[in-house]
Every structure is written in structure tokens, then in C-alpha cells.
């Protein structure tokens, strides 16, 4: 009887035994089908005997349901039925097939009669896919393990396991579920379009949540590269059945523009804050009565380049995981505020200066972090050609070369103002010494050049931890200044020579004292290619214009004076002559005016030294032309 088919029918699905339930389902439903059919053409409106025969079989319906829930949950399981029990899939693909067939079948009788069973279609197959869809959706929606609050790796976590998961499935359905199925259910290629939409749905949900700056790049590292690449769908077990250049994108371009743009914009914000930070650190090494560290070859830095540059590479790597274009927007980003960063650091080197001179007892180590500073220029500059160089093609290197030279230029400027405020330093201490030239003093027994001597030299050791560009530069300046600060002193008209005799003696200590300067500035020059030598031959021209005995003979010692150095004014030569102390007011006019008449043609590569020499004119009156 029916009730006994029912009921052992139902036993069998509880026992697990889904294909020869459903076979006695099966003659069931056909014992129905054909009774309503028969009654169908007999008389198609007798609604009241096709509902007896209907409820005759009422449990019917509900074992249909009941053998479909126990599907539905092999086919929710499958990817990890098809490794433990194979049979069983292949049982549940079996026995939807047959529904579709029965469906297709019922269907067909309808369109020629008009007449289909309850329950039917039942579209299993249909259902399976939903099932399968459902299940998917789950698995992806499960992973996520963790939230920020709880771990601050969460969604790393989350889209790792995400990889592992989608990969190994794929791969089992690929090599084992494809067996299970009919080859035109296409199993394989139906999973994957689940798979990725499923993937496509929850990454839009990841983005469209509040993410901080790192776990953008992570999603954005994981969507445009990592699910692509060889660890996931590219896996070489998936092809050639999975092509990754026919998957669309996980997120749309606009999603990923607007990711993209907050991500620049917080990077900014942090870049900002790093950069000022890391300046504020370095400002107070300035004030440590320690000495700043030194390098392998001895140069004085501070940490500064170091950290910067290691704060912009690691930015770097991270913008090179997600694409080329962001690699670019982050480098530009890293020079624009490197610029802007630099101009605060020459205010800064420029304030620690000025507080200096305020006070020179407060910093105790002044010139060596002032050392420090300039050597960070250059430290800085090869960092900004190394980042360039690894980061950039040669045709963008060439897009940003302005910002490059902006960078630069202010660069040079801090290591030249720094170079400038250390030479202050010495001629700070050099002031009293400088302050003794051409004094009676100086004429009798000064040893005022020894000592300038000893403290330019004294200086210059903590300058020997300048990197040499700018300590090459700095010798030279000094030189120049000595020299300078020296006719300045015979400028300034402190002694008169009384006779032959004193014009001989100053003549001569001021030959001594050129070769001083000489020795001094090429031993300090050793090795930098620089040829300073020629700076002292003014002074001792100078000297020959005071040793000379014989008057007549001024005007051809002066001659050959202005003819070296043409930028040697009327009012230089009135107070050389006026130290001289034999020169009357007709001869010093004489002299300048034939002087004026003659013909001047400059060296193209003569370096003034007058110009800047200013002479006193309130105590001597000027001759003018």
C-alpha cells in the first residue's frame, strides 16, 4: 500500500540509502502521475476526483521535500563529501539528473496537453546551484575571524585565509568534483563565477567600510595583485580551465579610485607628521654635549637621512605591491614634502645659529652638529638619487626632474649658510687677533698671525669632518677671508710707517706672514685638487709697494698692483699710500690720476678681493678724480 511505500521510503532516506529512496519515490510519483493524467483526459474539470487521488498520496509531497533536504545538505558539504565519500555525491548528481529528466519529460506532455503533475517542475538542478551559490557566499563570509579591535592584522588574517580557502576548493572541485557531474553542468566554470562574485560582494563590503591607510593597501595589494597572481587563481593546477585575463575586476575603478585617493590623502597627513617629528628629535641631539655619531669614513651625522629615507622606502615598497601608478603618485608625494621638510630644516639650522651667537656657552657641541647638518645635505641628495633611481624609468626621472632641483637648490643652500655660520665661528675668535695687524704692537713683537694661524688650524680639525665638496669650498672661503680681514687691516690706516726703516721691517713681517698663510692653507688643502696659493700674492705686492725706498718709482709699483687687481679703487690706493707715510697729497693725486687715464683690461678669471673692502672716510679726507 502506499502508506507502507511511504514509510519505507522515508526509512531509507534517514538510513542514508538516497538512490534507492528515491528510486520508490519515483514509482510513487509515477503511480500518481499516471492515475491524475488518466483522469486529466477523461475529465479534465473533475477537480474533486483529481483531489482524492492527490491525497491518497498527500505524504508524497512531503518525502519529495524530506529526500531534498538530505541533498541539499550533501550538496552544502560536497566540497568536503567529494573527498570522503565520492559515491554519495555522484548518488545526489544521479538522482537530480533523473528529476530533470522526469521535469523535461512533464513538461513536454504539458504542451501537448495541457496537463502537469503537482509539484512539478521541481527544478533541482536549478536549486542545487542556488545551494551551491549559498554555500559559497558562506564560506566566504566565514573567514573572517577577527575584527581591529581584536587584532590590528585582522584583515590581513582575513584575506589570507580568504586565498587559502577559494584556492584549495577551487582545486578540489577542479580535480575531483568535475568527476562527480555531468560535464555539461560545467561544474568547475559555474564554481569559479561563484567564487568570484562571491569574492567581488565581500571585498566591496571590506571597502566600503572605514579602513586605515595599511589596511587599504593590504585589500588593494590582495584585489589587483594577489588574487591573480600564482598564489591564488593562477595557481598552474587550475589552468588551462581558469584564464586569470578573462576574470573581471574584484572591485570597479571607481571603488578603487576612491580607495586610492584616501589613501594618498592619509599618507600625506602621516608623512607630514613623520617628517615633523623626526625633525623635532633630531633638533634636540642638537643641544646633547656629546658629539654626534660619525659614519664609516669619520664624517660627523645625525640620524635624520636615515630616517627619512627609510620612512619614504617603505612606503614605496608598499605603493610598488599595488600598481605602477601609485608608486609614482607616492615618490612624487615624498619629494613634494621633502621640499617642504627641507625649508623648515635650514629655519631650524638658521635658528640654532642665531641662538648660538646669543649665547655661545648654551651649545656645547655647536660646531660639530653644525658639521653634522651640512653632511646631511649631501647624505640627503645621494638618497633622493638612490630612491630615484630605483623607483624610476629614466622618462619619469626626467617628469620630475624641477621638483628634483628645487630639493637641490635648497639643499645647497643649508650647506652653505651652515659652512658660512661655522666660518663666523672662527673669525668670531679670530677678532682680537685681527684686531692687533697693523698696529705699533704688530710692527714691534705681535705674535697675532701665530695665533690665527693655530685656531684656524685648531678649527678646521672638526672641519676635517666636513664631507669634502663643502670642506673643499671652506677652505678656500677661509683663505679668502684671512686674506681679505688682512688688507682690511691695512685699510683701516692704524699706523703710519715713520721711515725707510719701518716701511722695510712691516714690509718684510708682512712677507712672513703671507708665507704663513700659504703653508696654513696648503696643508689644509692637501689632497682637494685646489690651488689657493695665489690668494697671498696681493698681500706680498702690497708689501712691495711699502718696501720700495725710492718715491719716483710708486707710481710703477701701483701700476702693476691694479693691473693684477682691477677691482682696486682710488680710495685702496690713498690709504695704502697714506700707511705708507712718504706719499704727499699732489703725489697721491698725481699717481691716481695717470692711474685713471690708463687702460684696464680685467682677467676673465680674476676673483675680486677689493670689492668687498670698505675704507674708512670720516677720518681721511676722500680724493676724488
Known amino acids: 500500500s502506499v502508506p507502507e511505500i511511504v514509510q519505507e521510503t522515508r526509512d531509507l532516506i534517514e538510513q542514508g540509502q538516497l538512490l534507492q529512496a528515491h528510486r520508490k519515490l519515483m514509482d510513487l510519483e509515477c503511480s500518481r502521475d499516471d492515475l491524475m493524467y488518466e483522469q486529466y483526459r477523461m475529465d479534465s474539470k473533475n477537480t474533486h476526483d483529481m483531489n482524492l487521488i492527490d491525497s491518497y498520496f498527500g505524504d508524497m ?17 560536497s566540497l568536503v563529501t567529494v573527498r570522503r565519500d565520492p559515491t554519495l555525491l555522484v548518488s545526489v548528481v544521479r538522482i537530480i539528473e533523473r528529476e530533470e529528466k522526469i521535469d523535461r519529460r ?10 502537469i503533475p503537482p509539484g512539478r517542475p521541481k527544478r533541482w538542478k536549478e536549486k542545487m546551484f542556488n545551494v551551491l551559490d549559498r554555500t559559497v557566499t558562506t564560506r566566504i563570509e566565514g573567514t573572517q575571524a577577527d575584527t581591529r579591535e581584536s587584532d590590528k592584522m585582522w584583515l590581513v588574517r582575513h584575506l589570507e585565509i580568504i586565498r587559502k580557502y577559494v584556492l584549495d576548493d577551487l582545486l578540489v572541485a577542479k580535480n575531483l568534483m568535475d568527476q562527480c557531474f555531468p560535464p555539461h553542468y560545467e561544474i568547475f566554470k559555474k564554481l569559479l563565477c561563484m567564487y568570484h562574485q562571491a569574492l567581488s560582494l565581500r571585498m566591496q563590503d571590506l571597502a566600503s567600510e572605514d579602513l586605515e591607510a595599511n589596511e587599504i593597501v593590504s585589500l ?118 621633502m621640499s617642504s621638510f627641507l625649508n623648515r630644516y635650514k629655519e631650524e639650522a638658521h635658528l640654532y645659529k642665531e641662538e648660538h651667537l646669543r649665547n655661545r656657552q648654551y651649545h656645547p657641541c655647536y660646531v660639530q ?79 697675532a698671525v701665530d695665533t690665527i694661524c693655530v685656531t684656524v688650524e685648531d678649527y678646521f680639525n672638526d672641519f676635517a669632518r666636513i664631507k669634502k665638496p663643502c670642506k673643499k669650498k671652506m ?34 713681517r708682512m712677507n712672513r706672514e703671507a708665507q704663513q698663510f700659504r703653508f696654513l692653507f696648503k696643508k689644509l688643502a692637501a689632497g682637494s685638487g685646489e690651488d689657493t696659493e695665489g690668494l697671498c700674492d696681493v698681500i706680498e705686492a702690497i708689501a712691495e709697494v711699502f718696501k720700495l725706498t725710492d ?23 690713498t690709504a695704502l699710500l697714506t700707511m705708507r707715510g712718504d706719499a704727499s697729497r699732489e703725489m697721491k693725486q698725481t699717481i691716481i690720476e695717470t692711474l685713471d687715464k690708463g687702460p684696464s683690461q680685467p682677467n676673465p678669471n680674476y676673483v675680486p678681493i677689493f670689492k668687498e673692502i670698505t675704507v674708512p672716510t670720516l677720518t681721511v679726507p676722500k680724493l676724488l678724480k
Open 220 to 337: 588593494l595589494t590582495w584585489v589587483l595583485n594577489t588574487y591573480k597572481s600564482e598564489e591564488m587563481m593562477g595557481d598552474l593546477e587550475l589552468a588551462p580551465e581558469l584564464d586569470v585575463n578573462s576574470l573581471q575586476p574584484l572591485l570597479s575603478q571607481d571603488v578603487v579610485d576612491g580607495l586610492l585617493s584616501t589613501y594618498m590623502s592619509t599618507l600625506t597627513s602621516n608623512i607630514i607628521g613623520w617628517l615633523r617629528k623626526a625633525l623635532e628629535t633630531d633638533k634636540k641631539d642638537w643641544l646633547k654635549e656629546n658629539e654626534p655619531e660619525a659614519d664609516q669614513d669619520g664624517y660627523y651625522q645625525t640620524t635624520l637621512p636615515a630616517i627619512v629615507f627609510q620612512m619614504f622606502e617603505q612606503n614605496l615598497q608598499v605603493a610598488t605591491q599595488i600598481s605602477e601608478d601609485l608608486k609614482i603618485k607616492v615618490l612624487h608625494l615624498c619629494l613634494q614634502q
Open 369 to 447: 652638529y653644525m658639521v653634522a647638518i651640512i653632511n646631511n645635505c649631501q647624505t640627503f641628495k645621494e638618497s633622493i638619487i638612490s630612491l630615484k633611481k630605483k623607483y624610476l624609468t629614466p622618462v619619469m626621472e626626467e617628469l620630475l626632474k624641477n621638483s628634483h632641483a628645487c630639493i637641490d637648490a635648497v639643499l645647497d643652500d643649508i650647506a652653505k649658510e651652515g659652512c658660512a655660520s661655522l666660518l663666523d665661528e672662527v673669525f668670531i675668535d679670530l677678532e682680537p687677533h685681527l684686531s692687533e695687524l697693523m698696529t705699533k704692537k704688530w710692527l714691534g713683537a705681535s705674535n
Open 551 to 573: 718715491p719716483s718709482l710708486l707710481y710703477l709699483e701701483i701700476s702693476t698692483l691694479v693691473s693684477k687687481h682691477p677691482d682696486i679703487r682710488d680710495d685702496h690706493i
Open 61 to 77: 509531497q512531503k518525502l519529495s521535500e524530506e529526500l531534498a533536504k538530505q541533498l541539499w545538505m550533501v550538496i552544502q558539504r
Open 106 to 115: 512533464m513538461l513536454d506532455r504539458k504542451k501537448q496537453t495541457g496537463f
Open 475 to 508: 677652505t678656500v672661503e677661509c683663505h679668502r677671508r684671512v686674506v681679505m680681514e688682512y688688507i682690511k687691516a691695512i685699510m683701516l690706516k692704524r699706523i703710519t710707517f715713520k721711515n725707510a726703516e719701518e716701511r722695510k721691517e712691516g714690509a718684510e
